[in-house]
T-cell receptor, first 113, second 112 residues
Framework: AAGVIQSPRHLIKEKRETATLKCYPI?????VYWYQQGPGQDPQFLIS???????DKGSIPDRFSAQQFSDYHSELNMSSLELGDSALYFC????????????FGPGTRLTVT | DAKTTQPNSMESNEEEPVHLPCNHS???????IHWYRQLPSQGPEYVIH???SNVNNRMASLAIAEDRKSSTLILHRATLRDAAVYYC?????????????FGQGTILTVHP
């Protein structure tokens, strides 16, 4: 079965650079979630989209922005990168924004040097 | 945010049952209990969820206390592949939609 695809899988950036992470949800899934997991920490919710509209917002820095496109894929844009942004970034998708089951992708490991 | 309390770690032997407890004493009547697990170097994976009644699926069983202040995830026969961090999550309804709030989970170690 098709799963959530994230690209790139690994990304190395320098401080103050920008990064774009992409997420391709499972076909027919209309809701996308972004989570950040720092080293040794638990995943933290950043933001979610349902039918291309922002659905919910968590502890996402103002330097980050995201959107969901007409084909339901989503991109997380990160600017003015800081060392503390180094983390695993997971995307999850679900069918409907009230779905009780989210399917997570393999994650993008971002390293800021 | 909604809080749950789980033991930091638990150990089990292969092919034995595992009972992972979770306390959620301030749960409201419309909150569901979700369990996700995260295997090493992977994204979280849905395990099971429930509201009031006990639930079973191919992966596990979920036993919810009558007062709903606690629940237990049951793995009937642990395998080495079940070694993971298990998260018990209260899923609030209303405007929280599908957002998952991960707290400190339980690190399950399975011994051969």
């Amino acid at each position: 079965a098709a799963g959530v695809i994230q690209s790139p899988r690994h990304l190395i950036k320098e401080k103050r650079e920008t990064a774009t992470l992409k997420c391709y949800p499972i076909p027919r899934h209309d809701t996308v979630y972004w989570y950040q997991q720092g080293p040794g920490q638990d995943p933290q919710f950043l933001i979610s989209f349902y039918e291309k509209m922002q659905s919910d917002k968590g502890s996402i820095p103002d330097r980050f922005s995201a959107q969901q496109f007409s084909d339901y894929h989503s991109e997380l844009n990160m600017s003015s990168l800081e060392l503390g942004d180094s983390a695993l970034y997971f995307c999850a998708s679900s069918l409907g924004r009230r779905s009780y089951e989210q399917y997570f992708g393999p994650g993008t490991r971002l390293t800021v040097t | 945010d909604a809080k749950t309390t789980q033991p930091n770690s638990m150990e089990s032997n292969e092919e034995e049952p595992v009972h992972l407890p979770c306390n959620h004493s301030t749960i409201s009547g419309t909150d569901y209990i979700h369990w996700y697990r995260q295997l090493p170097s992977q994204g979280p994976e849905y395990v099971i969820h429930g509201l009031t009644s006990n639930v079973n699926n191919r992966m596990a069983s979920l036993a919810i206390a009558e007062d709903r202040k606690s629940s237990t995830l049951i793995l009937h026969r642990a395998t080495l592949r079940d070694a993971a961090v298990y998260y018990c999550i209260r899923h609030a309804g209303g405007t929280s939609y599908g957002k998952l709030t991960f707290g400190q989970g339980t690190i399950l170690t399975v011994h051969p």
